[in-house]
């Protein structure tokens, strides 16, 4: 039989228990878990994320630089907040002892020989539960041909995802013949807030992307795009930070970097140190010139 517990004596009268307000813009009034979660891919310390987006080969296949995810990847994979991908490419490459959050690619259907914008759920919510995802992503294309289907897959994804405690990330996906500018991805970044994705990847643009990020009242994170110069790419990163993104969601400028361990960390250091885009260049040639 245990021991009988005496009752304690240690009430610290003098301290009143605090309740502290949850770090990321937004999302106060969440649940425990879905808080928790959201924590494991937003450093509490800096409230932003380096996400490691390798998805791409739900609708284009083996493209380059992740033609072998076991060679190029899971090396650098620790590098990185959140790592953002598929469940195939989770169950068969990745292994189960990697810790970081895992960014469940929530949504497909068509590949790049079809109509990108015609997609569907694409996951079970008990299977991202199973797989222990931190979150699930979905493309939402605004003014694309099937806008209204994928925001309902989104909306669907918002409420399944409530009812497990799963955030959501809305993904603006824009056609090519879409004109990228402040207007669009603010009207884009908006409908995902207010039909309540938990928390938006969207492009960045040189012109008013802190009116993007001033008007979505729930975290940004800056998608990377087609691969550009590490220094322009550092420097995108770091005006999107700074105009109040909370953090970057990257693939194909770091892993089609000339070294992407070397460009991980330099785009870590501008995440999470604020560090300027010519010292975090530096960083990064410095750590590909290593032997
Ligand atoms: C596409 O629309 C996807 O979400 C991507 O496959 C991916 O996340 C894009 O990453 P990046 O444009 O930085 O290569």
Same mark, same amino acid.
């Given at each position: 039989?245990?021991?009988?517990?005496?009752?304690?004596?240690?009430?610290?009268?003098?301290?009143?228990?605090?309740?502290?307000?949850? /770090?990321?813009?937004?999302? !106060?009034?969440?649940?425990?878990?879905?808080? !928790?979660?959201?924590?494991?891919?937003?450093?509490?310390?800096?409230?932003?994320?380096?996400?490691?987006?390798?998805?791409?080969? @739900?609708?284009?296949?083996?493209?380059?630089?992740?033609?072998?995810?076991?060679?190029?990847?899971?090396?650098?994979?620790?590098?990185?907040?959140?790592?953002?991908?598929?469940?195939?490419?989770?169950?068969?490459?990745?292994?189960? %002892?990697?810790?970081?959050?895992?960014?469940?690619?929530?949504?497909?259907?068509?590949?790049?020989?079809?109509?990108? %914008?015609?997609?569907?759920?694409?996951?079970?919510?008990?299977?991202?539960?199973?797989?222990?995802?931190?979150?699930?992503?979905?493309?939402?294309? #605004? $003014?694309?041909? @099937?806008?209204?289907?994928?925001?309902?897959?989104?909306?669907?994804?918002?409420?399944?995802?409530?009812?497990? $405690?799963?955030? #959501?990330?809305?993904?603006?996906?824009?056609?090519?013949?879409?004109?990228?500018?402040?207007?669009?991805?603010?009207?884009?970044?908006?409908?995902?807030?207010?039909?309540?994705?938990?928390?938006?990847?969207? @492009?960045?643009?040189?012109?008013?992307?802190?009116?993007?990020?001033?008007?979505?009242?729930?975290?940004?994170?800056?998608?990377?795009?087609?691969?550009?110069?590490?220094?322009?790419?550092?420097?995108?990163?770091?005006?999107?930070?700074?105009?109040?993104?909370?953090?970057?969601?990257?693939?194909? !400028?770091? /892993?089609?970097?000339?070294?992407?361990?070397?460009?991980?960390?330099?785009?870590?250091?501008?995440?999470?140190?604020?560090?300027?885009?010519?010292?975090?260049?530096?960083?990064?040639?410095? #750590?590909?010139?290593?032997?």
């Amino acid at each position: 039989m245990p021991e009988v517990d005496k009752e304690g004596k240690n009430f610290s009268l003098e301290k009143q228990m605090e309740t502290k307000g949850f /770090f990321l813009k937004g999302s !106060n009034s969440l649940d425990w878990g879905m808080k !928790n979660r959201l924590s494991r891919i937003f450093n509490p310390e800096t409230g932003r994320t380096v996400m490691l987006a390798i998805d791409h080969g @739900y609708f284009q296949g083996p493209t380059s630089g992740l033609e072998r995810i076991d060679l190029n990847i899971l090396p650098i994979a620790p590098y990185a907040d959140t790592l953002m991908l598929t469940r195939g490419i989770l169950r068969s490459i990745v292994p189960p %002892s990697y810790t970081r959050a895992i960014v469940l690619r929530a949504s497909g259907g068509p590949s790049i020989l079809k109509e990108l %914008s015609n997609e569907q759920i694409a996951v079970d919510m008990e299977d991202a539960v199973r797989l222990n995802a931190a979150a699930l992503a979905v493309q939402v294309f #605004i $003014g694309g041909e @099937y806008e209204t289907q994928t925001v309902h897959n989104m909306t669907r994804l918002v409420d399944m995802g409530s009812r497990y $405690g799963v955030p #959501i990330l809305a993904v603006t996906a824009v056609g090519t013949e879409m004109k990228r500018s402040a207007r669009y991805f603010r009207l884009a970044c908006r409908i995902c807030a207010e039909l309540g994705a938990h928390y938006v990847k969207t @492009y960045y643009i040189p012109n008013g992307f802190e009116t993007v990020t001033a008007s979505c009242p729930v975290p940004i994170v800056m998608a990377g795009g087609k691969k550009i110069p590490e220094i322009d790419a550092l420097t995108m990163a770091y005006n999107a930070v700074q105009e109040g993104a909370a953090g970057v969601d990257m693939g194909r !400028n770091i /892993f089609q970097a000339e070294s992407p361990a070397a460009m991980i960390q330099a785009v870590g250091a501008t995440v999470h140190e604020n560090l300027p885009p010519a010292q975090a260049h530096e960083m990064y040639l410095d #750590i590909k010139n290593r032997k």
